[in-house]
């Protein structure tokens, strides 16, 4: 009975232990592997995407971090997004909530973080974040195809799972200073349509982005409705439904229109679709 107690007390020990010389084995080979070397791994997986890396500083940190300052992220041929900061690294604190992998990016004002389950490379799990980014600051990547059309985000967090099926599905929320959307139609006075103070509750469903409250306001009035961007993974071939309601406009252009379209009408709604990077509005009274 003595043996039996004594032999399950070793093996108590031997797990810490063994985690222990595990963790120390990798903090020491990740600090002194170089920089350059985790980069050279890094260029041809991002190749494939269709994206180059650089940096003018890349180095490990201790203790399993890797870290890029003054980084470029391009396309062949075209301008580069250039970020302050780009950190990845494991936290071990991540693991009671089991997202130990955490990736911080600064650019600017804006900053983006991710955390993830262990297995990063395909995690089955995570946390998404982005602070203060404008569509200036994408533009070298991401330009939009029509003038006049851009954004402010203040916050936005989403939660996120993978499916067996491999498909990722979530649930987060927004908020943006102002969004700016253009009125391409000619008979139309008002040549784009600003929103600010902006609001969303939405999932992300089968790389759908499914809007399910959008509040806010345009020029003084209350905005409600929802709305949908499908494919919102690719940009160019998305697809943008938003259905808003402008409640009793007071002041601005559009009331105005209300005074010369009809004096019994009081409402006005929003429509959008487009792209991600052609969207654009109509304005319909009642």
């Given amino acids: ?19 222990l010389f595990l963790f120390v084995f990798l903090s020491v080979f990740t600090y002194t592997l170089p920089g350059e070397t985790i980069l050279s791994y890094l260029r041809p997986r991002l190749a494939r995407g269709g994206f180059e890396i650089s940096s ?23 301008r580069a997004l250039r970020l302050d900061m780009v950190r990845a690294g494991w936290e071990w604190t991540g693991l009671f909530r089991w997202l130990p992998f ?8 804006a900053r983006a973080e991710v955390r993830t389950s262990p297995r990063f490379w395909n995690p089955g799990k995570g946390r998404f974040s982005l602070e203060q980014l404008g569509s200036e600051d994408l533009s070298s990547l991401i330009p939009f195809s029509v003038s006049g059309a851009g954004f402010l985000l203040d916050t936005a967090d989403i939660r ?12 987060g929320k927004g908020t943006f200073s102002w969004i700016r959307v253009p009125i391409p ?19 992300l469903r089968e790389g759908s982005l499914i ?24 940009p160019p071939r998305s697809k943008i439904t938003f259905r808003l309601k402008i409640e009793n406009p007071l002041e601005g252009k559009i009331a105005s229109i209300f005074d010369l379209l009809s004096k019994n009408a009081k409402n006005a709604n929003l429509r959008i679709t487009g792209t991600l990077l052609s969207p654009k509005g109509e304005f319909q009274f009642f």
């Fill in 1 to 19: 009975m003595g043996i039996r107690r004594s032999s399950r007390g070793r093996w108590l020990w031997l797990a810490p232990a063994a985690l």
């Fill in 56 to 78: 003018m500083s890349a180095r490990t940190e201790f203790p399993l971090a890797f870290r890029m300052d003054n980084a470029a992220v391009m396309r062949p041929g075209g």
């Fill in 102 to 109: 955490h990736a911080v990016v600064t650019m600017g004002k």
């Fill in 160 to 171: 996120w799972k993978r499916k067996a099926s491999d498909d990722v599905s979530g649930t």
């Fill in 185 to 203: 139609e000619p008979s139309s006075p008002i040549r784009d349509a600003l929103l600010e103070d902006i609001t969303i509750l939405f999932a």
């Fill in 211 to 234: 809007v399910s409250s959008l509040t806010g306001t345009y020029e003084g009035a209350r905005v409600e409705g929802n709305g949908e961007i499908a494919g919102i993974f690719d």
